[in-house]
């Protein structure tokens, strides 16, 4: 297994003790562990760069463990009220869209690669920098136009690159394959 993969599975592990920490209003601690998931989230790329350690199962692991960690994150912070409910129904819905679209390509046998967009990078970094300043809200304090200002760039984001993929998807299924970056 490559250091990469290795700093991905330490992110899939840490998620649920955030979250335990997080159901336990034990917010310092689960901010500390949710800081760490989010500097590991760039690291297991970079190493992987710098390093040519690039791997297949860390095209799939590195995604899936950012969105374990951000779906339960802004379920639990929207059904505590710490996160707008609309807001955890875009970062979802944007998941289950393109999770959708890549079930019907793959069933209709057609070859195809993703590989992150920058608009997805942004994506992925506002919605972390959402939770840390949520998770972070009785330690550092920010006048409220600050967590409006997140949760809608957040969602233009998300919107956005979720809009991207689509528009990919849709030129995966008209031209029955697709070679390029999403």
């Known amino acids: 297994m490559t250091i990469p993969n290795l700093i991905t599975a330490l992110r899939i592990i840490l998620a649920p003790i955030f979250m335990i920490y997080l159901i336990n209003d034990q917010f310092k ?3 500390v562990v949710f800081v760490i998931c989010s500097v590991s989230d760039g690291a297991d790329g970079m190493v992987a760069r710098l390093f040519n350690q690039k791997s297949k199962l860390g095209s799939y ?3 899936l463990a950012d969105k ?3 779906v339960a994150t802004f379920i ?5 009220g710490f996160l707008p409910a609309w807001l955890t129904v875009l ?3 944007r998941d289950v869209m393109i999770l959708l679209g890549a079930v019907v390509i793959s069933l209709n046998k057609i070859e195809f690669h993703v590989t992150p967009s920058i608009l997805s990078k942004i994506n992925t970094c506002f919605q972390f920098i959402t939770v840390i300043a949520v998770l972070s809200k009785d330690f550092l304090s ?3 136009t600050f967590y409006v200002f997140v949760y809608y760039t957040t969602a233009f984001f998300t919107i956005s690159s979720g809009l991207h993929y689509l528009l990919y998807l849709f030129s995966v299924m008209g031209e029955g394959t697709a070679k390029n970056k999403a």
């Open 91 to 93: 970062v979802i819905s």
């Open 68 to 70: 374990l960690l951000l």
């Open 61 to 63: 692991l590195d995604p």
């Open 142 to 144: 920010f006048p409220s």
């Open 76 to 80: 639990a912070l929207s059904v505590r």
């Open 29 to 31: 601690s689960a901010l």
